[in-house]
């Protein structure tokens, strides 16, 4: 009787063993989904100073992910296997979300990071796009060409006309109406000195979705600094990090610095990056974003185009996806959905369809 005990209990210590121990893998799930106009724990979630601002009854819903494990330890057995019958977990192996030398303290710090710099963009795009002038300065980060790291960009001159640069949205918003290989001339300072470079445009890769972004680009890295607000917009959003906010902060500010409800009085969820130019940027846990906004009431969600393979299957009854490339597009989906129409945008299982189709 012993010896047969003794194998068994063996076995019973190596289980316990097995599903206590931490293993390679990451979990999510949805996270909290906050109303940008409101307040999260108890603070004001984006304030406004410095300008006239308007009450809106627009709920704007950011979305958020849940995370358990770090880079260096992921979740137990046990967690995982309850991961295989969740539909509202997913696992991630630890590798593919976190480098090898990453730690807990520096993915924080890269996130507060991506969050400081989401919102920078919708601090600028929303002002912008209520008439207000944001400067910057565009330096470029590292040779290319006739460009020389740390070249200041002050100027892009097409077909003989001249147009100062002071904000990427100058610069793209010319870009984007120019085909590539054309021939430009760009003004910068080197060293004090004003030196005029002969350029020629390049064209966009197809994304994910098989969509060519329209006109062209320099094709060199910029960076942004010396941002000039004539308006002062803060966040709290401790313990949030990450750049996937974006696209909703913008809609939120806007809508505080224009009159009326950008979209009415209708419940909105969102996500995606937002760049200066005014293009909204892929995201992860897109799936966990739709089930937390739809706990809060939205019945419509506006994704990133080329998140939108990833809600296939996704969706829960009776939400509809609406896929957005540009801020313009988000706010022609506010305005839309406040009216009680539907957007003139495809939704995300037709652009997922076509892709597929690709």
Not at 120 to 134: E, H, P, R, S, T
Not at 269 to 294: E, P, R
């Amino acid at each position: 009787m012993t010896s047969h005990r003794i194998p068994a209990l063996v076995f019973a210590a190596a289980a316990f063993l097995t599903l206590a121990a931490p293993g390679p893998y990451l979990l999510e799930s949805a996270g909290p989904a906050v109303d940008v106009h409101g307040s999260y724990q108890d603070k004001q979630l984006v304030t406004i100073k410095g300008a006239d601002t308007y009450p809106s009854d627009s709920h704007l819903f950011m979305t958020t992910v849940t995370q358990w494990g770090t880079p260096q330890v992921g979740v137990t057995g046990a967690q995982t296997v309850a991961a295989l019958f969740s539909k509202d977990l997913q696992m991630m192996p630890v590798r593919s979300v976190y480098a090898p030398a990453q730690t807990l303290e520096s993915a924080q710090k890269q996130d507060a990071a991506m969050m400081d710099s989401s919102q920078n963009a919708a601090a600028v795009v929303a002002l912008q796009k209520a008439g207000y002038k944001v400067t910057m300065t565009l330096t470029v980060a590292a040779d290319h060409g006739d460009f020389r790291k740390g070249d200041v960009i002050k100027s892009l001159t097409i077909n003989g006309t001249t147009t100062p640069i002071t904000t990427f949205s100058d610069l793209s918003s010319k870009l984007f109406a120019t085909n590539a290989g054309t021939k430009v001339d760009v003004g910068v300072t080197r060293d004090g000195k004003s030196v005029d470079i002969a350029a020629t445009t390049v064209a966009y890769e197809a994304d994910s979705t098989g969509w060519v972004h329209p006109g062209s680009r320099l094709g060199v890295a910029l960076i942004d600094s010396d941002l000039k607000f004539p308006v002062d917009v803060t966040y709290d959003v401790q313990g949030i990090g990450g750049p996937s906010a974006g696209t909703m902060f913008t809609l939120g500010i806007y809508d505080s610095l224009t009159k009326g409800s950008l979209a009415g009085s209708a419940t909105l969820a969102g996500t995606g990056t937002m760049s200066y130019n005014g293009d909204v940027g892929a995201i992860g846990g897109i799936q966990h974003k739709l089930v937390g906004a739809y706990g809060k009431g939205a019945r419509n969600f506006l994704a990133p185009a080329e998140n939108c393979a990833e809600t296939v299957g996704y969706t829960p009854a009776g939400m509809k996806v609406w896929s957005i490339r540009t801020i313009d597009d988000a706010l022609a989906a506010a305005r839309a959905i406040g009216e009680g129409k539907e957007p003139d945008l495809p939704q995300c299982s037709e652009v997922a369809q076509q892709a597929a189709q690709q």
